[in-house]
């Protein structure tokens, strides 16, 4: 729950600008909702800086979401928030295809290609968590070594056992659904503490899963000498399902509601509600507005909203001497007052890209020259086909189950490895059903009234989507920049991005388009993949063409190392040049796998608040 915006613990800019706080926060996503709850819950006195006006911490601005959602015709992940100039988000909508030389700036991003990336990040209160998927595998240990073990990529400074503890507090205060017989296996390399339980089981596999499941069972692949059998199985999801009564030796888990204190409706159990990315309708799912609700309750931490950090300024010694903050009047109008915030450690909790665009913007280019470098974001591919059987399609959350048997082998030596997702929402992502099935069976089926809602039944009920995260290894050539030229409308530079998948990637993007066709063939389905040259996504790959999405997590642009000569934070994710500053979030991840990265984002933040309450 969340005290309405006006009861948050809060101080007015006037107070801001003459005291220094323990600790000051750049964004209220995952990370900095952890971190500024952890340092509170310690005595620490915290100021969060959120960019965003605050609409979501009540449940009648949440409401506002929701409405704006429904009502509009173009559901993408951004439909639900509304448009703010002085804070500029990317759109799905804003991807084109870039032409050599001539950098794209239609958006937010501003793209120099050569690919053209649809990623997307929401700049709201609880920031992109409020359109997340909500799922939480953990990352493997063969991710940690990829050079060790692949020769391909770097290793962590760290080993992955060493969060383990870590990781089970973030599944804790993220409400984790999932079980543990379920997740752990041994060909994953994938294993939890002895005794250890989700804080709830697992949310039910899809219809849709069961007969992809049941129509594979049986199937191996082959791969660089290696036999992999194929199945479903279910993704650990950060939403509510049913608590496990033998959670921490029996004590059990209070899942966590919606955002307000007043509200009886909302927070429950998962409805299996079709829309829950961009914004889930009862609040199910966790957003980092369930952490804040707790930190903002605590009258050492405070939140400062409609304030953009715009430059960070150092000391002769290198440390951080304050923030510059520009806070707008109202959204609609580019005006804005000036204030410096100032605190004993500043933690940077964006997210990669604009962890990286603020950095440089304030001229902190790393002496190694990697800040904004080795940006990543999983490459998805999707495949689509039509069951021979009414199968389900559009009931369920997005996602519940997929095919995980190739996150790990010998393989990723040579290819990128990934995890199949099975999406419930039928051909959406990948051509726009159900309007395009509309348009389809009107213009050349001619089926009106009746026969045309039957006809729309008959088609939806049997499409299968299945999308391919793959693997991106860091790529200094993958990067986030600024220039002067590129300014949003408070004059703050807009991100620079340049970004092609690795061959590495590719070469796995190519292996999961025989895998689809296979899985299709075994499912009886009809295959209507179809790559369109013009899409802005397209890619030539052996002389096969391929269309890859983003996936919105963004990583690898202030990476992690065991020293300051080819990284950009230490283990605890603290700047090598400038000790007073932490670079949370994605950005600090040298790999990121094949798993979806906000439980890792999440565990991590956990670490470096312990490491951040050792100095202050």
């Known amino acids: 729950m969340i005290f309405p915006i006006g009861a948050m613990q809060r101080t007015n800019s006037e107070k801001v600008g003459t005291e220094t706080y323990d600790a000051v926060i750049v964004g209220s996503g995952i990370a900095g909702a952890i971190i500024a709850n952890e340092l509170g819950r310690s005595g620490k006195r915290v100021l969060v800086l959120e960019a965003g006006e605050g609409t979501g911490s009540t449940l009648n601005g949440y409401h506002e979401y929701l409405t704006r959602y429904f009502a509009t015709a173009y559901k993408d992940n951004q439909s639900p928030y509304p448009t703010n100039p002085d804070v500029p988000m990317p759109r799905s909508s804003d991807a084109r295809k870039i032409t050599p030389g001539i950098p794209l700036t239609s958006g937010y991003l501003v793209q120099n290609g050569p690919f053209g990336t649809d990623t997307t990040y929401t700049r709201v209160f609880a920031g992109t968590s409020l359109h997340w998927e909500a799922k939480t595998p953990r990352m493997l240990p063969s991710d940690f070594r990829m050079q060790d073990d692949f020769g391909v990529g770097v290793n962590w400074p760290i080993a992955h056992s060493s969060l383990n503890d870590y990781y089970e507090k973030a599944e804790h205060e993220l409400g984790v659904s999932s079980d543990v017989s379920v997740q752990q296996d041994p060909k994953l ?15 039910p596999l899809s219809y849709l899963d069961k007969v992809v499941d049941r ?30 009564p033998a959670y921490e030796n029996g004590k059990g888990f209070a899942p ?51 304030s953009v950090a715009s430059k960070i300024v150092m000391d002769e010694n290198g440390r951080v001497r304050h923030i510059e903050v520009k806070r707008y009047h109202r959204p609609s109008s580019p005006e804005f007052s000036s204030l410096n915030v100032t605190g004993k450690v500043y933690v940077l909790c964006t997210n990669a890209i604009e962890n990286a665009r603020l950095m440089l913007a304030s001229g902190l280019q790393s002496r190694n020259g990697l800040v904004g470098r080795n940006l990543m974001d999983h490459a998805y591919l999707l495949s689509w086909a039509l069951m021979p059987q ?100 408070l004059g703050n530079m807009r991100p620079v991005i340049s970004y092609t998948p690795p061959e590495y990637t590719m070469r796995g993007a190519a292996y999961a388009r025989q895998l689809a066709r296979l899985v299709f063939q075994r499912l009886g389905a009809a295959d209507y993949t179809a790559y369109d040259p013009a899409d802005y996504g ?13 996936g919105n997590h963004l990583a690898g642009t202030h990476i992690m190392g065991p020293s300051a000569d080819r990284s950009v934070v230490d283990e605890n994710q603290r700047s090598w040049e400038h000790e007073n500053l932490y670079l949370a979030g994605g950005g600090s991840m040298p790999t990121i796998g094949t798993s979806n990265i906000s439980l890792t984002i999440a565990t991590l933040s956990y670490k470096s608040a312990e490491a951040i309450l050792r100095v202050i």
């Not at 390399?189 to 949310?203: E, K, Q, V």
């Not at 397209?538 to 983003?550: Q, S």
């Open 189 to 203: 390399d994938l294993r939890f503490r002895t005794g250890y339980d989700f804080p709830m089981h697992s949310i």
């Open 215 to 244: 129509g594979i069972r049986g199937t191996s692949v082959e791969l660089f000498g290696e036999t992999f059998d194929l199945s479903v199985r279910s993704f650990p999801q950060a939403r509510n399902g049913v608590p496990n």
């Open 256 to 306: 966590v509601g919606a955002v307000d204190t007043v509200q009886s409706e909302m927070g429950g159990r998962c409805q299996g509600n079709n829309n829950c990315v961009p914004i889930c309708p009862i609040q199910a799912k966790y957003h980092a507005g369930k952490t804040l609700a707790k930190a903002l309750q605590n009258p050492d931490v405070h939140i400062l909203t409609q």
């Open 390 to 489: 009414d199968c389900g399609t559009m009931r369920g959350t997005n996602c519940t189950g997929g095919i995980v048997n190739l996150r790990n082998g010998r393989f990723r030596t040579h290819q990128a490895a990934f995890a199949a997702d099975i999406h419930n929402d039928g051909w959406g992502w990948a051509v726009g059903s159900p309007l395009y099935d509309l348009r389809l069976v009107v213009d050349q089926q001619n089926l009106f009234g009746p026969e045309l809602r039957k006809e729309l039944v008959r088609r939806i009920n049997r499409q299968l989507l299945l999308a391919f995260m793959i693997d991106v290894l860091p790529d200094e050539n993958n990067r986030v920049s600024v220039d002067p030229r590129y300014l949003d409308d």
């Open 538 to 550: 397209y890619i030539t790959y052996e002389d096969e063409g391929y269309i890859i999405r983003g």
